[in-house]
């Protein structure tokens, strides 16, 4: 069954058109990976299911349509968005940024919540009254996946995680990415340069160029297609 339903006519930003008949569904519990160029219009993807950007088409989340709501109402409605450059508040310490991303829930579920991930991450346990801006990367990135998981979302959104991380950093990432995933339940669209990762993890692929989705299936399948490889795995 689909949880998120994706089929965009044309969206952009103001009178810059960048995707074009966009069409593809993330099942419930699914991991998708999109695959593409830097400007193929990745980005742009998630911005968009996100309600960041203009759109002419549908997007379903369990059959609730989400085009034409505030991006505040897209995330009440179960989708987290993790983008570029983490976007943790820097000033604000490691559980305060925890608990924003709870803003919308009980303050004692919050509260829960936020002593769950920390006992699941113990180097964010262990820096828990730092500011966020004196983690390492990794760190912040931990920190800003685990703030997206406090909305408890259907839909995870992920853009570029692996940007800036040395390579331990980026494997270790994935590992718990895919631990995560599995349990929760929660649904994953994944943005990402590192192909090789990201399809050692992802259900589904697909490849965006000039955005367009020019090529999509099993994550397997694209892992092995000669076109793929030479592009995005370095074979």
């Known amino acids: ?24 569904d993330v099942p ?16 742009t993807v998630l911005r968009t299911i996100s309600g960041l950007c203009d759109v002419t088409g549908s997007i379903r989340l369990g059959g609730d349509e989400l085009v034409g709501l505030p991006p505040y109402r897209v995330a009440a409605a179960g989708i987290a968005h993790v983008p ?30 936020a002593d769950r991930w920390m006992d699941r991450f113990p180097r964010l346990a262990e820096r828990s009254g730092r500011p966020a801006s004196g983690l390492s990367g990794g760190e912040q990135q931990l920190l800003a996946i685990a703030r997206a998981l406090m909305s408890a979302p259907r839909l995870l959104l992920l853009d570029e995680p692996s940007l800036g991380l040395a390579p331990k950093i ?20 994944l943005v990402e340069q590192n192909a090789q990762l990201a399809l ?10 000039s955005g367009r989705i020019t090529m999509r299936g099993p994550a397997t399948e694209l892992r092995d297609n000669d076109d793929v490889r030479r592009a995005y795995l370095g074979v």
Do not use: W
């Open 1 to 24: 069954m689909s949880l998120l339903s994706v089929d965009i006519a044309a969206a952009g930003y103001g009178p810059a058109t960048v995707l074009r008949d966009i069409a593809f």
């Open 28 to 43: 419930a519990g699914g991991r998708t990976v999109i695959l593409g160029a830097n400007g193929a219009g990745k980005t």
């Open 84 to 113: 570029q450059g983490r976007g943790t508040f820097g000033d604000l310490t490691v559980r305060e940024n925890l608990l924003v991303g709870g803003a919308t829930r009980p303050h004692r579920t919050a509260a829960m919540d």
């Open 170 to 189: 980026t494997t270790d990432l994935f590992a718990t990415l895919d631990e995560l995933c599995a349990e929760t339940g929660t649904a994953m669209l």
């Open 200 to 209: 050692g993890i992802a259900d589904h692929a697909l490849v965006i160029e």
